[in-house]
């Protein structure tokens, strides 16, 4: 047991930006494997699916959701509103990152993720 939530075994998969790099069911397939192993999957701020859709994908599976902290209260309550409607139990709070890395080698190449991060767009459509 971890924080209230049964578990299968006593593996946690960590929180991982992007999955929708690798595999078009993105974070969604991720957590439907991690409930096949009884596995907690733990949701990243930087996530492609919505937070909804990961968690219908294995409604009993525990589940956290990692949390990058920002300065701005109404990202944090738009992250906050979602992830409780959609049955998280805690947060993984990340406190040790407010700004982005420098990553000269992205400067370079002007990488920019190739699939959309749900919870930026979201915030973006919000604020027009």
Not at 23 to 48: C, I, P, R, W
Not at 93 to 122: H, I, K, Q
Request: proline share 5%.
């Amino acid at each position: 047991e971890f924080l209230g939530m049964k578990l299968k075994t006593p593996i946690m998969i960590s929180p991982i930006a992007c999955h929708g790099i690798s595999h078009a069911d993105a974070e969604v397939a991720t957590q439907k494997g991690a409930a096949l192993a009884g596995a907690m999957f733990t949701s990243s701020t930087y996530g492609n699916k919505p937070v909804e859709e990961i968690a219908a994908a294995a409604p009993d599976a525990p589940r956290m959701f990692q949390l990058y902290l920002s300065k701005n209260w109404d990202f944090n309550k738009m992250v906050f509103d979602a992830i409780n409607a959609a049955g998280y139990k805690a947060i993984l709070l990340t406190v040790d990152a407010l700004v982005s890395g420098y990553r000269e080698a992205n400067l370079r190449t002007n990488f920019a993720f190739p699939v959309p991060l749900d919870f930026f767009t979201r915030f973006q459509g919000a604020k027009g």
